[in-house]
């Protein structure tokens, strides 16, 4: 009965790897010493058996396994591909390897090897048609003791790194003052009515851009302070300089920052936005500088 048992043992295993096809492919039979060589290894008819491809390891010198990557078909590994490289010249077969089919606990019922592939390699001396030995190379430079190249260049850096903080360190400071101007128009009247011919259905860029424009120059009109000249930072830096409220002063900045915004930053307001900012300008002309 054991005899039976191990026979019938022994028949299935077989039947399973006969079932099971295993094929092996080069892209090429032909190459030189150096290049890479690519051959795949596809199991075929697996009929939802547990197949495993190990990794091949060599150690000698004539080829060696760069890289190996497992190939997969709808999240099923199907095979493996090996990129080889071969070190010396002639006839060459490809490694042996073989297939491991498993049962449910992981073991290792049967193996199989595929047909080996033989490809040439060729010496690039050869390809070019010339054997002779290629003519000796001249002496190497070799590098001096003190890196006189790395210590100009370190000289040049500092002397530059020094010009410019004396350059920064000569730079003259803005200080924006009170400027007289004669102005025939009242600078209110002239602000509101420019406020009404602002277009609201044109783009929000040149909206926002005559806007901060129509604010800038009531506050310059009314106050001799060059808000036109100045940045938005810098009207909130010298927030000293214009004589209003702070709740005003930061509802107008909080505009202006808002129109720089759409202008530079590329912002794009709906039209409520927009109009409801017209509004703030309008009642910080009206109740500002009375």
């Known amino acids: 009965v054991t005899w039976y048992i191990i026979i019938l043992l022994l028949s299935h295993i ?33 009929e939802n058996r547990r197949i495993q491809f190990p990794e091949l390891f060599l150690q000698n010198d004539t080829v060696s396994v760069r890289t190996q990557k497992l190939l997969y078909n709808k999240g099923i590994v199907t095979g493996i591909t090996f990129e080889l490289v071969f070190w010396d010249t002639g006839k060459f077969q490809t490694p042996a390897y073989q297939v491991d089919i498993l049962n449910d606990s992981d073991t290792v019922i049967s193996s199989i090897v595929p ?34 190249r790395l210590t100009v260049l370190g000289i040049l850096a500092v002397i530059l790194i020094a010009f410019i903080y004396w350059t920064w360190s000569q730079r003259i400071n803005v200080k924006y003052q009170r400027n007289e101007y004669l102005i025939s128009k009242s600078p209110r009247e002239k602000a509101i009515r420019r406020l009404e011919e602002l277009n609201i259905n044109g783009f929000a860029k040149d909206y926002y851009a005559e806007l901060s424009h129509i604010s800038r120059e009531y ?38 920052s808002i129109a720089d915004l759409v202008k530079y930053a590329r912002e ?13 300008i309008i009642s910080f002309i009206e109740r500002s500088f009375v």
């Open 14 to 46: 077989n039947v399973v790897a006969q079932s099971t096809i295993v094929s092996s492919e080069l892209d090429t039979t032909q190459g030189y010493i150096g290049d890479v060589v690519n051959w795949t290894v596809l199991v075929d008819n697996a």
């Open 115 to 148: 047909e080996p592939i033989e490809l040439t390699i060729l010496s690039l001396l050869a390809s070019t048609g010339n054997s002779d030995f290629r003519p000796i190379k001249g002496p190497v430079p070799v590098r001096s003791v003190f890196p006189l």
């Open 219 to 256: 506050v310059e009109y009314s106050t001799f302070i060059r808000a036109l000249e100045m940045t938005t930072e810098e009207i909130d830096e010298n927030r000293n300089l214009f004589p209003i409220n702070d709740k005003m002063f930061a509802d107008w900045v909080k505009t202006l």
């Open 268 to 280: 794009i307001p709906d039209s409520t936005q927009m109009d409801l900012d017209r509004q703030k």
